[in-house]
Each structure stands twice: as C-alpha cells, then as structure tokens.
C-alpha cells in the first residue's frame, strides 16, 4: 500500500489539473491546472524510475548500491524544461489579454468584440 | 562521377537529421541576417527552406523508389544500448512517413514564398521568421521521428512556436485568446501523450515506437496508454468535441501560418495513425474482450467510435460554416468538417479490416483516408491563401462589408473558384478523387455514413458558392474602388498550390500508385516497420 501512495498522488495532481483546466473561467486558474497536470505527470515519470532502496545515479561515492533509472530522470528533465517554456508562454499571452479587455474571466472575455 | 554519387549516398544516409537540423539552425541565424537587411534574412530563409526540400527530396525519393526504411541513430552505433534499452533516439522513415514529408516541405516552400510579400509590411519579422522556421524543424520532427519521448519534444517544439505565431497579431485582442485556447489544448494534449509514454515505458523500458510494438501486450495499463495517446492527439487534430481552438487558431493567425498549422494538425493525425496501426496494430486485430459473456471486439469498438466522431466532426463543421459571417474562421469551420472526412475513412478501415477481415476494402478506405490528408491540406490552404490575399488588399475579413472583388483582383478570384471546387470534391479538382474514394468504402460500412458525407459535401459547395457570392461577384464598391491584385510572391505560392490540385485533380492515379500505396501499405503491414528495427538491432 505505501508503495501505492506516490501513484494515488500521480492521479490526482491530474484529474485536480483537468477539473481546473475544464471547469474554471479564470485564465490564470486554467494556467495553475495545467501546471498541476504537468506536475502529476512528472511525478509519474520520477516514480517510475525509483527502486527500492535505491540512490540517484551518480557513481561517485555511491559504492555499489543500487541505482535509481537514469532515463526517466532525463525525460523528467526535458519535460520541465518544456513545461517552464509553455508557462512562460501562457503567462505573457494572458498579460496581453488582460491589457486588451481589463479582465480574465474567460466567458466575459469571448462576449467582447474585438 | 563516382565522387558526386559517394557524396550524394552519404547525404542520403544523413539526410533524416540534416532535414530537422537545417531548420533548427537556421531559425536561430535568422535573426542576425535580420540585423544586415530586410532582404538578406527573407532570402536567407528562402534558401534554409530549399535546402531542407533538397534532402527531404532526396530522402522522399529514395523510399518511394526504391521501398526502402531509412533509420538514423542519433550517436550512431545499434539502437539498442549495451543494456539492452531501447532508449536510444533514432528517426525512422517508412512510405507513410515519407508522404507527411512530402506534405510538410511543400508547405514550407509555399508559406516561405507567400510571407515575402505577405507580412512585408509588419515589424518584428525577424522573431517572425525564427519562429516559422522552428516550426517547420517541429513539424519535420514529428513525421520522421521513431521514438515516442522525441515525438512529444517535437510536438512541443511545434505547438509552442505556433502558439507564438498565432498571436503574432498582439494588437488584435482575439488573436492573443486564440494563441491562448491554442497552447491550453496543446499543452493538456500533449501531457496525455506524455503520461501514456511515462505507461508504455514503465512496462516495456523501451521509448522506440518499433520496440515498444514488438513487445506490446494489451494490458489493462496499455489499453488507458491508448486511450490517452488517442485522446491527447485527438485534440490536437481538432476532432470534435475539442474543435473549438481550431476555427479561433486558424482564423486569427496570419494566412500564411494557417498553412502550417494544417500541416501541424495533419502530424498529429500521422501520430494517432502511427499509433494506432503501428504501435497497437498487431495487438488490436487479435484483442476480443469478453464483458459479461458478450464478446467485444474492441478494434471494431475502436472503429465505431471513430466513425460516429467524425460524422459529428463533419455535421458541426459544416453547419458551423453554414452560420459564420468572417471569411476566414468559415474557412477554419470547413477544415474542421474536412478532417472529419479523414477519421471517417480511418475509423471505416478500422472496423472492416478487424472484424470482416476484408483486407482490400479496408486498404481502399485507408487509401482514401491517407490521400484526403493531402488534398484537404492542398484545398483548405488554397482556400487561407486566398483568405490572406483579400485581406492583404482590403484589410478586411468579415463577408458582409466585403463585395466586388473579382473586377480588380482577377488571378485571385479564380485561384479561389479552383479551392472552392477542390474542397466540395467537384469533378476535375483533387478533392473528388480522394472523396470518391471515401464514400465508396464507406458505403461498405454502411450506406448511411456516405449519404451523409455527399450531403455534408454538398452543404459545403453551398457554403462557397455563398462566399465566392458575396465577397468576389457583385455590384462595384466605391471603397474597393483602388483595390490591387495581390503582390507577385502571393500569386506565386498560390499558383503553384492551384497548379498541384489541378494535376492530381486531372491525373490521380499517378499520385495515388506511387505516393499514397505505400504509405497505405506502410501502414497495414506494421510487421515491416518493427521487423527492420529488430534486424538493425
């Protein structure tokens, strides 16, 4: 079962993430949401690499216990790194929109014209 | 002699990289040949895109002819590490690869082409380009990749610069909201696809689409691998009930970006189609699931679902279209409509393939499937070409102010008569050989499907003829009085879009026996795909 926790972890970041994604009108919730999903997902990846008893994959120094995977470390990695350039992203279009309409509720936002 | 052909064989070995690097490199040297003149950097760009053409050219050719599978191993050596992990990033290029190559660098040529003049006027074109080149090396990734976790990289790289280029109009308010739907949907789907990767991985340990496939069990945790890989790409490709994003980014975007955002929604129909014929293909023509004494077989399952999608994809398309008044996000509703006539040939394949087990048929809606992808492209294109050609000389897009255009802009009004007839699947166009092909397989499934997708295509003519009405026939109107044609570059890129419809309209089988079979063939013999990566092993 304590093995389980980090799992029962993994899915709710992300269904927490969608439910912000889908049903919140405020774009900077959105944004929260889908920062929530990224981070289950890489929870996963992280989890997925760790063995029991393990130390991360470094050789120096770790004598010759057992390592935790290195590839999944790596895509995690990468997987940030996207995640930091699509916030990025995100944020500076909703500074945009706020400066446009004066607002960040998404419906009021698609009733206004231009 | 013999020097020249050595030099041209290594470059073919080398070419599924060069492709992808020549751009990624270029985008970044864009700006500095910004910083010398205006006219260096386009030329600049012009020449990046050329030479990524010349090796795709080569590399396309050297499949089609001669039916070879092309793979590159980043670092060289086996794609299997001394572990035995296929961890390995390799692209893989196969027939059906090949054909999204062939689509991707036309378009790169043409939008290339069509910027020059197009977006001349504009500031920050520097950014503009680099980013246009990003998204073309995204792009480019995406279709030649063999590796799961390089696939989502790709999908990234392309969702983030066109999300960057769709709101490139920052002082229009609907165009950052559009950018803004845009990455929200790109972003959740590509983190599914992400999560079903982190699924396949902890399974198999393998990231390489071949291994992974070789492997592939059908598991209870595969089966919610599948579901997510669908669903994530699903709304990238703008299949129904996550369409909304996509009438907003194509209709907001710069024309001369729509074009590549196509190209960017049919790469992610190519992953769902990778992923499903490949990676689940061998799986799914066996799986039969038993739900209370019932069996279910979950292919035809599949296939159901996908064929009531896309009659929904194509109903809202079109009666979204019927209702719009702004040139280009009717545009938008009727490329909605059109990739629904794609998923609809698919999801026919699926369930005749799998559960009548008549090979042939399902291979002529794959057939139709597949050559729909092209064409939809070519037509709706031509159609935002001509959108952003009557918005370059008028500056507007909304239907009901426009009128009279056909006096003064002669080559553009019959450049849009070619897509409007193109995109309804009218006789002489290329859009009626792939749609013949659609509706006598679909026909097979069940008669309805096909009167449904005639009568869709035919509410879609309505559609055009409505717009060619309003906004190129008409009274003189003193506003448009001082109208110009649109700039030669603009005409160029449209003519030879025009010029490519008209040839496939006019000479399908050309087309169809040596670009689309393979890729059609490439897709239902998944064995070759798995079997050339386990031989290089």
Redesign the interface.
């Known amino acids: 079962m304590i093995y389980n926790i980090p799992y029962i972890a993994v899915v709710t970041l992300?269904l927490i993430g969608?439910y912000a994604?889908i049903m919140k009108r405020n774009?900077i919730k959105?944004v929260i949401g889908?920062t929530l999903?990224?981070s289950g997902?890489n929870l996963?990846?992280i989890t997925?690499a760790y063995r029991e008893d393990s130390v991360a994959p470094i050789y120096h120094g770790s004598g010759m216990r057992l390592m935790s995977l290195p590839?999944?470390h790596a895509?995690t990695l990468?997987?940030i790194v996207?995640g930091v350039?699509?916030l990025a992203?995100?944020l500076s279009?909703?500074i945009?929109?706020y400066k446009?309409?004066g607002t960040l509720d998404a419906k009021e936002?698609?009733r206004?014209e231009? | 002699m013999n020097g020249f052909e050595n030099i041209l064989s290594d470059l073919l070995v080398h070419s599924p990289a060069l492709i992808v690097a020549i751009p990624l490199l270029g985008a970044f040297l864009t700006p500095f040949f910004g910083k010398v003149h205006n006219t260096a950097r386009n030329t600049f760009v012009l020449i990046i895109v050329l030479l990524t053409s010349f090796f795709s050219f080569l590399l396309v050719h050297d499949i089609l002819v001669n039916g070879n599978i092309h793979t590159y191993v980043f670092g060289g050596g086996s794609a299997l590490t001394s572990g035995g992990?296929a961890?390995r990033i390799l692209f893989q290029v196969d027939g059906l690869n090949a054909f999204m190559a062939i689509i991707a660098t036309l378009f790169a040529i043409v939008g290339v082409i069509y910027s020059w003049s197009f977006m001349k006027e504009h500031t920050g074109l520097s950014k503009y380009y680099t980013l246009y080149l990003l998204m073309i090396a995204g792009i480019f990734g995406m279709v030649l990749t063999g590796d799961m976790?390089n696939f989502?990289?790709f999908l990234?790289i392309t969702s983030?610069a066109s999300?960057?280029l769709i709101?490139f109009y920052?002082n229009?308010?609907?165009a950052?909201?559009a950018?803004?739907k845009y990455?929200?949907v790109s972003?959740?789907g590509a983190?599914f696809v992400?999560?079903a990767i982190?699924i396949l991985?902890?399974q198999y340990n393998a990231?390489n689409i071949a291994v992974l496939a070789s492997n592939i069990q059908f598991s209870f945790l595969d089966r919610i691998a599948l579901v997510l890989l669908i669903s994530g790409l699903a709304m990238k490709a703008g299949i129904v009930p996550m369409h909304m994003w996509l009438p907003d980014a194509y209709g907001r975007a710069p024309s001369s970006v729509t074009l590549l955002l196509i190209v960017a929604t049919q790469a992610s129909l190519y992953g769902a189609l990778r992923m499903i014929f490949t990676l689940f293909g061998g799986q799914l023509s066996r799986s039969v699931n038993e739900v209370g004494g019932i069996e279910i077989n979950v292919n035809l399952l599949i296939g159901a679902v996908l064929v009531g999608l896309a009659i929904l994809t194509i109903f809202v398309g079109v009666l979204m279209a019927l209702k719009e008044s702004d040139f280009k996000r009717m545009i938008g509703f009727a490329a909605v409509a059109e990739i629904g006539y794609m998923i609809l040939a698919i999801g026919a394949a699926l369930t005749i393939m799998f559960s009548v087990n008549d090979l042939e048929t399902s291979r002529l809606a794959l057939n139709g499937g597949i050559f729909h992808i092209f064409n939809d492209a070519l037509d709706v294109g031509l159609l935002f070409l001509v959108a952003g050609a009557v918005y370059y000389a008028t500056k507007e897009t909304s239907l009901n102010r426009l009128g009279g255009l056909a006096r003064n802009m002669k080559y553009t009004t019959v450049f849009f008569l070619i897509g409007l007839l193109a995109v309804a699947g009218m006789p002489p166009m290329n859009g009626f050989s792939s749609k013949l092909i659609i509706y006598q397989s679909t026909f097979l499934v069940n008669p309805i499907l096909s009167i449904i997708a005639i009568l869709c295509s035919i509410l879609l003519l309505a559609v055009f003829v409505k717009v060619f009405y309003s906004a190129f026939l008409g009274p003189k109107q003193a506003k448009y009085e001082k109208v110009k044609e649109a700039p030669k570059s603009m005409l160029v890129a449209m003519a030879i879009v025009a010029g490519i419809i008209l040839f496939i309209g006019l000479f399908p089988d050309i087309f169809i026996s040596n670009v689309v079979e393979p890729a059609t063939r490439a897709l239902v013999n998944s064995g070759e795909y798995i079997q050339y990566i386990m031989g290089v092993i």
């Open positions: 992300v969608l994604v774009l959105i889908i999903i990224e997902v996963f990846l997925l590839v999944p895509l990468t997987s996207i350039a699509v992203l995100m279009l909703i945009h929109i446009h309409y936002i698609g206004k231009e | 992990f961890v976790f989502f990289v990234e983030i999300c960057a709101a920052t229009k308010g609907k950052v909201d950018g803004f990455i929200v972003a959740t983190l992400l999560f982190a991985y902890g990231l």
